[in-house]
């Protein structure tokens, strides 16, 4: 089973190109392959000679900075781009240094820090090239920071370094159920630093599994439920109800989110009318659900409601910032001939993903509708000079409208 794994890991990681999975999994099973074969390791150890000792350790480092130097030369956009989030999402940390901004607010606050941060360095090609919209802090324990705060942090650290201790205190058992667990808890925790795995429903459930085999198998006696210990009976009762109220809550989210993929579907298949009548029992059902706000605002939109449209898609810009419900808004606004609102939302969409060309062409004919030649002008000449990484049909429209804008005469 050992060799399976080993060759289904072998096969799926590098289709993946995961660089933190790679990183996760190559020193999570380092750890293994230490823990288990440590006694040769010690004793092979124990009989080299200093310099040749000397001689292992520079070849590790040099060996470290030539992998570390290799996977961000495999996606140097990708690592720039990630630095550049952790840049400007770790100025949310300084708004509730000790409880943060609260869970899962750093989607909602993001974009619109970034597009502050932007703002002032639009000149800058550099900044402007890696900047995107994301929901994910790409590092669980800067996410943890912002969203919860010291406090938050220091519990989820304590709660690994416990971890960790208990396990490798029993590591002279040779447990591979033990020993697979520490190593898989290494793994997400590393993986942790570069990326969200934390994120994902099934990963985290994988990592409190992991960490209660941990606990149990590096327990030193046996806790048991007797009559002289009602504390326990009841946090074990109140324990196993959370977990069927999280599980029904689970339930029926996942209910929940089929209707919206329906809702969705009819939206893109310019069914406005029923797509809206989904979004609608689905928002007063889940109001605050970014993904039902959003959908709901542009079938809003699509059926010609503009202004109900409107409030729907600013009562979303409460839980998300992602810069298509700025470009939606915009649009709003336009049709409400409310053009300084509409001017405003189009910035922001801009100033949140400024390397991409469909925020400033709606900004450019927004120009254009409003009589604003000159400045729909300056907007159509910067888009012809961006660079476009991948061309597509749109992309190509685009172009050919703002050419044919920048030769019409004001």
């Not at 459930?205 to 606990?215: D, E, P, Q």
């Not at 298949?269 to 970014?290: G, L, M, T, V, W």
């Not at 039902?292 to 059926?303: E, F, S």
Request: with cysteine; charged share 15%.
């Amino acid at each position: 089973m050992s060799w399976l794994s080993l060759i289904g890991i072998s096969c799926i990681l590098p289709a993946t190109q995961s660089r933190s999975a790679w990183i996760g999994a190559i020193v999570g099973s380092s750890v293994v392959i230490y823990i288990r074969y440590k006694t040769e390791f010690l004793a092979l150890y124990a009989e080299i000679k200093t310099a040749g000792r000397l001689g292992i350790s520079l070849t590790i480092l040099l060996l470290l900075f030539a992998v570390s130097y290799l996977l961000y030369q495999f996606k140097p956009e990708s690592a720039d781009g990630r630095a550049l989030v952790w840049r400007v999402g770790s100025g949310l940390f300084n708004r509730n240094i000790l409880f943060g901004i609260g869970f899962e607010q750093f989607k909602a606050h993001f974009g619109n820090l970034q597009s502050e941060f932007m703002e002032t360095r639009l000149n800058n090609p550099a900044l402007v090239e890696r900047a995107d919209y994301v929901p994910y802090a790409f590092n669980d324990f800067l996410q943890i920071l912002i969203e919860n705060g010291l406090v938050g942090l220091i519990i989820f650290v304590a709660v690994l370094i416990l971890t960790f201790r208990n396990g490798f205190r029993q590591i002279h058992t040779k447990s591979p159920f033990l020993i697979g667990s520490l190593g898989a808890l290494v793994s997400l925790s590393i993986a942790g630093f570069f990326s969200y795995p934390f994120e994902v429903p099934i990963i985290w459930l994988s990592f409190l599994f992991f960490i209660g085999i941990i606990s149990f198998l590096s327990k030193e006696e046996n806790i048991k439920l007797a009559g002289h210990l009602p504390g326990v009976k009841i946090l074990a009762v109140s324990a196993i109800y959370l977990m069927i109220l999280v599980l029904k809550n689970e339930i029926h989210l996942i209910k929940a989110k089929a209707d919206w993929r329906k809702a969705r579907d009819l939206l893109s298949s310019h069914s406005y009318e029923k797509s809206a009548d989904i979004y609608r029992a689905a928002f007063a059902q889940s109001p605050r659900q970014p993904e039902v706000l959003l959908g709901y605002g542009k079938a809003l939109y699509m059926t010609g409601k503009f202004k109900q449209s409107a409030t729907v898609l600013e009562k979303a810009s409460a839980y998300t910032s992602d810069p298509f419900l700025y470009m939606n808004l915009g649009n709003a606004y336009l049709k409400l001939n409310q053009y300084t609102q509409s001017e405003k939302a189009y910035k922001k969409a801009v100033s949140i993903i400024p390397n991409r060309l469909y925020p400033r062409y709606l900004l450019a004919r927004m120009y254009v509708e409003t009589g604003d030649f000159a400045s729909a002008k300056n907007v159509a000449d910067y888009i012809i000079k961006m660079p476009i990484p991948v061309s597509s049909p749109a992309s190509r429209q685009i172009m050919e409208e703002m050419k044919k804008l920048l030769n019409q005469p004001n």
